[in-house]
């Protein structure tokens, strides 16, 4: 059973930094493209950015509002996603999944975690 | 990029079919079969349960089915049952690796 684990949420100040992480097991993950998706309190969800899986390069895309502040990477051999995210705004307070990504789909999500960004 | 756009709410009775539409624009929807659908439940994790437009992932009940013309995506529930009250939300690839999601659609079973 695909399980996936974030952790790492919490408060930050504007313009402060935060790493997530995502704890996956129960499938091969450094043959997976993993992806991070956030919700807004009582919005729809929004794509955050993608990381192949090394045999495909391991390449990284961005959604528009977090290019060059947000960075994915991932150590396989720790079966572990994350996501550092720097000179945050208060735009950026969601909750934060991680996903295993297939065929332009997020197939499996994980509980998530808060991250609010506020002084 | 903008939000796709859905139905605020739609609502059925157990035992009847329902119906939610997702537009996008001939740069998303239109453009790909990479259409997906999610439910979720209140203070829970979106779960697939359409990919590629029409497919079904092992687990989800035959229920649920996608489907699409032009730049508009479906997803019908049919059989309504007490369970299936949720928010749910389409998603479109949209090119240059990016992707879209739906305004969302919180379906209620009378």
């Known amino acids: 059973e695909v399980q996936l684990v974030e952790s790492g949420g919490g408060l930050v100040k504007p313009g402060g930094s935060l790493r997530l992480s995502c704890a996956a097991s129960?499938?091969?993950?450094?043959?997976?493209?993993m992806s991070w998706v956030r919700q807004a309190a009582g919005k729809g969800p929004e794509w955050v950015g993608r990381?192949?899986?090394?045999?495909?390069?391991?390449?990284?895309d961005y959604a528009t509002p977090v290019k060059g502040r947000f960075t994915i990477s991932r150590d396989d051999p720790e079966n572990t996603l994350y996501l550092q995210m720097n000179s945050l705004k208060t735009e950026d307070t969601a909750v934060y999944y991680c996903?295993?990504?297939?065929?332009?789909?997020?197939?499996?999500w994980g509980q998530g975690t808060l991250v609010t960004v506020s002084s | 990029q903008s939000a796709l756009t859905q139905p605020p709410s739609a609502s059925g009775s157990p035992g009847q079919s329902v119906t939610i539409s997702c537009t996008g624009t001939s740069s998303d929807v239109g453009a790909y079969n990479y259409v997906s659908w999610y439910q979720q439940h209140p203070g829970k994790a979106p779960k697939l349960m359409i990919s590629e437009v029409t497919k079904r992932p092992s687990g989800v009940p035959d229920r649920f089915s996608g489907s699409k013309s032009g730049n508009t995506a479906s997803l019908t529930v049919s059989g309504l049952q007490a369970e299936d009250e949720a928010d749910y939300y389409c998603?479109?690839?949209?090119?240059?690796?990016?992707?879209?999601f739906g305004t969302g659609t919180k379906v209620t079973v009378l």
């Open positions: 998603s479109s690839f949209a090119g240059s690796n990016n992707f879209v």
């Open positions: 996903t295993v990504y297939t065929y332009g789909t997020m197939q499996s």
């Open positions: 129960g499938f091969t993950f450094s043959h997976s493209w």
């Open positions: 990381i192949k899986s090394k045999s495909d390069g391991g390449t990284t």
